[in-house]
């Protein structure tokens, strides 16, 4: 079955990035965007961008742009998510979720990773 | 960016009972909403896309309406498991944008 595992929990201090991986199984990784979406403790959904795994091509949310960086690795099905200059309001669970669409985006998500939180603190 | 509202943001309901949830947007986005459910502790799981479209495998008591600026969600007979908090989320322009959730929870 389709599946999304992601790397597990980090404390990273101030200042310090993260990198966050999400390993694809049972469907063609080349063929679905991943999306990364954010949830801080308590709160809703940010969307953060989605990464094309065939061509490695990216769209950020403005707000992340300059900020997050989004990468694949096709030979292990694998994306990556990595945020940099971590402030304590970064402090999250940072999901990827597959796009719906094959060899488009639909921009609907089905199905998410199991989330990995990431907590920000001096 | 486009703002999605969700009301009410919390609800109290009985096994059986019929459930809406509205997401209002504050812009025109035809039909382009999806539906997710989420337990606690758990990732958001998709109900319906395109505003009515239901996904393989989500129980047909689950239905979605609307197009333009207004969308509901239905649960037609709240059942236990259906205790959950649900967002709504346009993809008709980037930024994708979520509502706040609505939190529905045993009376």
């Known amino acids: 079955q389709v599946q999304l595992v992601q790397s597990g929990a980090e404390v990273k201090k101030p200042g310090a990035s993260v990198k966050v991986s999400c390993k694809a199984s049972g469907y063609t990784f080349t063929g679905y965007y991943m999306h990364w979406v954010r949830q801080a403790p308590g709160q809703g959904l940010e969307w953060m961008g989605w990464i094309n795994p065939n061509s490695g091509g990216t769209n950020y949310a403005q707000k992340f742009q300059g900020w997050v960086t989004m990468t694949r690795d096709t030979s292990i099905s694998t994306a990556y998510m990595e945020l940099s200059r971590l402030r304590s309001d970064d402090t999250a669970v940072y999901y990827c979720a597959r796009d719906s669409g094959y060899n488009w985006n639909y921009d609907w998500f089905d199905p998410w990773g199991q989330g990995t939180l990431v907590t920000v603190s001096s | 960016a486009i703002q999605l509202t969700q009301s009410p943001s919390s609800l109290s309901a009985s096994v059986g009972d019929r459930v809406t949830i509205t997401c209002r947007a504050s812009?025109?986005?035809?039909?382009?909403l999806a539906w997710y459910q989420q337990k606690p502790g758990k990732a958001p799981k998709l109900l319906i896309y395109?505003?009515?479209s239901l996904e393989s495998g989500v129980p047909s008591r689950f239905s979605g309406s609307g197009s333009g600026t207004d969308f509901t969600l239905t649960i037609s007979s709240l059942q236990p498991e259906d205790f959950a908090t649900y967002y709504c989320?346009?993809?008709?322009?980037?930024?994708?944008?979520f509502g706040g959730g609505t939190k529905v929870e045993i009376k």
């Open positions: 812009q025109g986005i035809s039909s382009a």
């Open positions: 989320q346009q993809f008709n322009n980037y930024p994708l944008t």
């Open positions: 395109d505003a009515s």
